[in-house]
């Protein structure tokens, strides 16, 4: 037996792709092996067709990579040149004229990476793994090692290269010139500075409008939340359950609906609007396009989420804390001043930072509502996608954008702390909480009162608005009509045919989302698993990436994404897979909290004794940790799923004719006016994702508690 | 067959700034069980860790049964280890848990049952395979954690401080079945505490490690009677330590004079406490008295300081403040510095 596990052990599948390089086909569309595209005009390719020898000859003398010395430099030179040579020869030859007296023919330029090129990137990957294994990386577990380079590697090409190029276009002319001179006179324009609408007169630029609509969604959310929290957890009120149900809500809200439905209600010809008009004598105006559209639409939607900050913030509180005090004589009123509040700070600034990063990464509720209010995320749309095509306006504008985020994600980083990312909960034996003093509790039942009223009359629109009519103009009859427009279809004897203009979206959406949510899911998983398990060099730089990829605002991602993959060698825009992997690199930052959050709460050493009985980094994973942390595994699925159907900032600039989104579609239905059908489609897609989650829980929960439960049940006690 | 089980050679570990493992030379042999013994923080864990390979030697070597595997994760190294908090699977029963091991090193599950079922019978845990290590006792599961170690007949056994989530009645009788499954089964054990007494009832040899470096080596009595230096007589034991000069053969200190056939010159000598007897008068005075039960201890003021003695207690009794003179038996009395 355990000659049959050695032999494994030597065993290194990177030497099969090596072979394989040498066979596949080297570029993208229609072409031949490495070797005879070399042999024929493209003579740069002839060190990768020497190293691959090299290294088959060396893997067919002993598979084990760590058996040969002289593995490592040659793996890292042959990654160098196969990158140096893909970006400096593009599609329209090189990029430094010098090249053209190495190699004459690359002249004729050269298209992306196909199947070979990508087998060697990964065989060559998973060859430096195994030798750096070999040197005691990550105490020498061959699967971590792998994970590590594999995810690092991941990370670079699809969260950082994106950024460099965006950042990098932001300096390119518009006549393809480098140099920093376009770059300052785009930043120093005037509409994006401008601050005349503070002093009252006119409009401001861009920037200071994202600046003023995130403060004001950050406060206005946080002090909801704050309301809500505290209506929750102490007072009387018996709606906890409720509203924890009901925080979920925003997230599997597709995004336009929130923004119709305040059409619906507050624009020109909107239901409120019009009564309050005859009831005041006064004509009805356009009032919510701009500011206050947006606010209410942002509020909505950020609300739970600091309403979850502060609340996990205030059940983490010890509630001795507050007996103290009162036992020293304190006033409810001072005790709430002087205790509770100063103890709640990093987690109202918490709450206040988050809403104000999402408020400006913001996208889908901007563009329904904005009317002549231009935002950051807008205005990098339209110079992409409007009518004159500026990448390097879009460029400049997704800098200032990053900045913003990243800045505000960097002070509730480091100023905030950690304090509110790791909450005590479960506590059930120290005291009894105090409740809310009466004056605090009547102003936060004000507050909470008009924001229930309107997300109740938001989501009423919401659900009956595709079913009926016209709701816009309060015609309230019934009808299919809109839902059929959307998801027509028949059944003949040549089979089903599907008619709908919707089909081919939510066909597409589901696909996308299938396919990035257990990808999600999986790499964040294994990266909580890598930093909260593994000792490795460089280890910070990895957990910093991936933080950084959390304050990335969709939109910048878009762009950056455009910016990256339009050009050879890696070129994927109008895929699916671009698709897929924006969201997986999107997502995964939750899927690593959630994972990182679970592995705290196990004990170490259950790994180690896996180890010492034989297991390999992927058996302890699949042993040990997986089915201990199979919630949080859960939650990541979930989440993941969701997040793809529901999400528009990054894929707006994505979708093509033939691979487009359902948010996608969903826009193009709002941008006509044609309100119902994209309600209709909302409401459909919604109870896609509810059916969805509620497959996944039968398939994935039961297992897992079923198989717990039956041994529990089983047992002789 | 017959090099050691486990050898060091200049082992180092740093964890960044600290030094956790200073240059460690050890050689452990077949079927013997060592202890590694000393103070919170001396790299205890660490050198147990670096036999397990759950960490990898920053430089230096070691090896098992002759091979170097310094570089070799833990899954391809023959060990089996006990872990302080056992780290059962709480998702798997006990029989899985036992299991675990043999098949992922390629036996059947048919056979790994079967000789699951009979180690588990050998120690006593007969008929509870099925249940899951939540509905064991805490002694049930230390036996489970052991079972599952030793299962696969590894090269070392590796304990770390097994006995600490023990309560202290059952401490000893725990302690003495695994020296005697360790001694039926002929294995090697490497077993960590810094508990001095356990580690004097089960060790063949004791390891006493400070900062990162070894101090001593060798069997309990050895230490016990002959520790190498002032640490280890303060560690394994009481010890008043009393310096003072040797001059032909004399040892002095103030009024003390006790022949000590050593090299002349400033040295510090260590006495038991239990070594050192009490006549009524003289000099020195008694500070304190313990009643131990089967012993009382006296703190003495005495002109070379204060002095702990420990006398039976059938012999005569003495109060606080009483004078009395303490009397050395020369032939017990260790220099060790
Ligand atoms: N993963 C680690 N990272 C950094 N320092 C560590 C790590 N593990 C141990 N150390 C340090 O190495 C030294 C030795 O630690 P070790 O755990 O071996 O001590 P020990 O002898 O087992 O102590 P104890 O009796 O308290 O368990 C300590 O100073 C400790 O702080
Ligand atoms: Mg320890």
Redesign the pocket.
């Known amino acids: 037996m355990n000659r049959v596990s050695l032999t494994w052990a030597r065993f290194s599948w990177p030497t099969f792709l090596v072979f394989l390089t040498l066979i596949l086909p080297w570029y993208d569309s229609g072409s031949e092996s490495v070797f005879a595209e070399a042999i024929g005009d493209k003579s740069w390719l002839f060190p990768i067709v020497l190293l691959t020898g090299i290294l088959s000859i060396l893997a067919l003398i002993d598979p084990n990579w760590r058996r040969h010395a002289l593995a490592g430099p040659l793996v890292i030179t042959g990654l160098c040149w196969l990158f140096l040579q893909a970006f400096t020869i593009g599609l329209r030859g090189p990029h430094w004229l010098l090249i053209l007296d190495l190699f004459p023919s690359a002249v004729d330029g050269q298209t992306g990476f196909g199947f070979g090129a990508w087998a060697l990137v990964l065989a060559l990957v998973g060859a430096l793994s195994e030798v750096l294994a070999a040197r005691g990386f990550c105490r020498g577990d061959r699967f971590a090692s792998f994970s590590v380079i594999g995810i690092a590697s991941l990370l670079g090409l699809f969260v950082l290269f994106p950024i460099l190029k965006l950042v990098f276009a932001a300096f390119v002319s518009n006549d393809g010139v480098i140099s920093i001179y376009p770059f300052f006179s785009r930043l120093v324009a005037p509409d994006l500075w401008g601050a005349a609408c503070l002093i009252g007169a006119g409009r401001c630029g861009v920037v200071i409008n994202s600046v003023v609509l995130g403060i004001l969604a950050g406060i206005s959310a946080t002090g909801l939340g704050l309301a809500l929290a505290l209506l929750v957890s102490r007072t009387d009120f018996r709606m906890k359950r409720w509203l924890r149900a009901l925080s979920i809500l925003p997230i599997i809200t597709p995004p336009f609906v929130v923004g119709v439905a305040i059409i619906v209600l507050f624009g020109r010809t909107g239901i409120i609007t019009v009564e309050v008009a005859s009831l005041l004598e006064i004509r009805p105006s356009r009032w919510v396009y701009g500011l206050p559209g947006i606010l209410m639409a942002q509020i909505l939607a950020f609300t739970p989420v600091a309403f979850l900050v502060i609340l996990s913030a205030l059940e983490a509180i010890n509630p001795t804390l507050e007996e103290a005090s009162t036992t020293l004589g304190a006033r409810p009123l001072t005790t709430f001043r002087k205790v509770t509040l100063p103890l709640l700070r990093p987690a109202l600034a918490a709450a206040f930072l988050l809403t104000f990063i999402e408020s400006l990464a913001d996208f889908g509720n901007p563009i329904v509502l904005g009317g002549g209010y231009d935002v950051l995320s807008t205005k990098i749309f339209f110079a992409v996608v409007g009518a004159q095509y500026d990448l390097g306006r879009a460029a400049t504008l997704s800098v200032v954008l990053l900045l913003l985020t990243v800045t505000a994600f960097a002070i509730q980083q480091v100023w905030v702390g950690r304090s509110t990312y790791v909450t005590v909960s479960g506590r059930s034996d120290a005291g009894l909480v105090s409740p809310a003093p009466p004056v605090i509790k009547w102003i936060a039942v004000l507050m909470v009162a008009p924001f229930v009223f309107f997300t109740f009359g938001v989501y009423l629109i919401v659900l009956i608005g595709g079913f009926v009519h016209d709701i816009a103009r309060m015609e309230l009859a019934p009808t299919f009509t809109h839902l059929w427009t959307a998801f027509s279809f028949e059944i003949s004897d040549t089979g089903l045919q599907l008619y709908g203009s919707a089909w081919n979206s939510m066909i597409t959406t589901l696909w996308v989302s299938a396919l990035s949510a257990p990808l999600t899911m999986g790499i964040g998983i294994l990266t909580a698993w890598l930093i909260a398990r593994q000792e490795f060099a460089g280890k910070h730089i990895f957990e910093f990436i991936t933080l950084l990829s959390f304050a990335i605002p969709g939109t910048v991602v878009g762009v950056s994404y455009i910016a990256a993959f339009n050009i050879p060698p890696i070129d994927m825009t109008g895929t699916l897979w671009i698709l897929v992997i924006c969201f997986v690199f999107r997502n995964m930052p939750v899927g690593m909290r959630a994972g990182l959050a679970a592995l705290a709460q196990i004990d170490r050493s259950m790994e180690e004794a896996s180890q010492t009985m034989g297991a390999g980094g992927a058996r302890v994973l699949r042993d040990v940790v997986l089915p201990l942390i199979k919630p949080s595994v859960f939650t990541a699925l979930v989440y993941a799923f969701v997040t793809a159907m529901t999400a528009v900032s990054a894929v707006i600039f994505l979708v093509s004719a033939r691979h487009n989104m359902a948010t996608a579609y969903i826009m193009g239905r709002v941008e006509n006016g044609e309100y119902a059908l994209a309600i209709a489609y909302s409401t459909v897609l919604m109870l896609v994702m509810i059916v969805c989650v509620a497959l996944m829980n039968l398939m994935i929960g039961r297992r897992i508690l079923g198989r717990r439960l039956s041994f529990k049940e089983g047992s002789p006690s | 067959m017959d090099q050691p089980a486990i050898e060091f050679r200049r082992v180092v570990k740093r964890y960044g700034d600290t030094t956790a493992v200073a240059g460690i030379d050890l050689q452990i042999e077949q079927g013997e069980l060592v202890t590694f013994l000393g103070p919170?923080g001396c790299g205890?864990?660490?050198s147990?860790r670096l036999i397990a390979g759950l960490e990898l030697p920053s430089s230096g070597q070691v090896y098992i049964a002759g091979r170097d595997v310094s570089h070799d994760p833990a899954s391809s190294r023959n060990i089996g280890m006990v872990f302080?908090s056992y780290a059962l699977f709480p998702h798997m029963s006990v029989l899985e848990n036992v299991i675990y091991g043999p098949t992922l090193r390629g036996l059947s599950k048919r056979a790994a049952i079967d000789s699951a079922r009979e180690l588990l019978d050998l120690i006593g845990l007969q008929g509870l395979g099925d249940r899951l290590p939540s509905e064991l006792s805490g002694g049930q599961q230390q036996r489970v954690a052991v079972a599952r170690a030793i299962i696969q007949q590894p090269d070392v056994i590796l304990f770390?401080?097994p006995l600490s989530n023990v309560d202290a009645k059952l401490r000893r009788k725990v302690r003495d079945e695994i020296r005697s499954l360790q001694r039926r089964f002929g294995l090697t054990a490497v077993y960590?505490t810094?508990d001095q007494e356990e580690a004097l009832a089960v060790s063949d040899r004791i390891v006493v490690m400070n900062q990162g470096q070894i101090e001593q080596v060798g069997p309990p009595s050895m230490l016990y009677e002959r520790p190498k230096n002032a640490f280890i007589a303060n560690f394994i034991g009481d010890a008043n330590l009393i310096s003072g000069v040797i001059q032909g053969g004399i040892f002095k200190a103030t009024d003390v004079l006790i022949p000590l056939q050593d090299q002349d010159g400033p040295a510090v000598i260590s006495v038991r406490p239990e070594r050192i007897g009490l006549l009524s008068g003289g000099s020195a005075t008694i500070l304190s008295a313990s009643y131990l039960g089967s012993r009382i201890e006296y703190l003495v003021d005495a002109l070379i300081g204060e002095v702990l003695v420990s006398r039976p207690i059938f012999e005569p009794r003495f109060e606080a403040q009483d004078s009395v003179t303490l009397q050395f038996d020369p032939t017990t009395i260790i220099r060790v510095g």
Request: proline share 0%.
């Open positions: 919170s205890k864990t660490t147990l302080q770390d401080e960590v810094h």
